[in-house]
């Protein structure tokens, strides 16, 4: 039976894909999944998840856009270009991310003034969960 990616599992996939270098297949990502959230996960598994196939098409768009460079540097310079392409390409996955996320605050906010719902309504606490309590 194929195994559900946890919240902290996706997270995870997408920080691979936002260092990913080489070519890029649902059966190398899967692979790649494999020492980090010790499962290699279908390709199934992981397009359900939106993040992770977003992130994968990302990815596949700037592989195909932006060829690797082939510098020349010191090793030390090299970790340090590798390391900032690696933030820069999670800045842009998690910029994708948040306006999706306001997008569908939009959509909510919409929604909830056509049913007549208020600021005060819509901020209202969450009830506290009384764990001493329990029905059988």
Do not use: F
């Given at each position: 039976m194929a195994k559900h990616l946890a919240d902290r599992d996706i997270e995870r996939v997408a920080e691979i894909?936002?260092?990913?270098?080489?070519?890029?297949?649902?059966?190398?990502?899967?692979?790649?999944?494999?020492?980090?959230?010790?499962?290699?996960?279908a390709r199934q598994t992981l397009a359900r998840s939106v993040r992770i196939k977003d992130a994968f098409k990302a990815v596949k768009r700037r592989l195909r856009d932006e060829p690797e460079p082939a510098l020349?540097?010191?090793?030390?310079?090299?970790?340090?270009?590798?390391?900032?392409?690696?933030?820069?390409?999670?800045?842009?996955?998690l910029k994708a991310e948040n306006s999706r996320l306001l997008e569908q605050f939009v959509v909510?906010?919409?929604?909830?003034?056509?049913?007549?719902?208020?600021?005060?309504?819509?901020?209202?606490?969450?009830?506290?969960?009384?764990?001493?309590?329990?029905?059988?």
């Open positions: 894909l936002d260092g990913w270098k080489g070519k890029l297949t649902w059966e190398a990502l899967s692979a790649a999944c494999m020492p980090v959230i010790h499962t290699a996960p020349k540097a010191a090793p030390s310079m090299r970790v340090a270009m590798e390391r900032i392409a690696r933030l820069t390409n999670e800045n842009e996955r909510w906010q919409y929604n909830a003034h056509i049913r007549g719902l208020t600021d005060i309504d819509l901020n209202k606490e969450l009830p506290g969960v009384d764990r001493g309590n329990t029905e059988s």
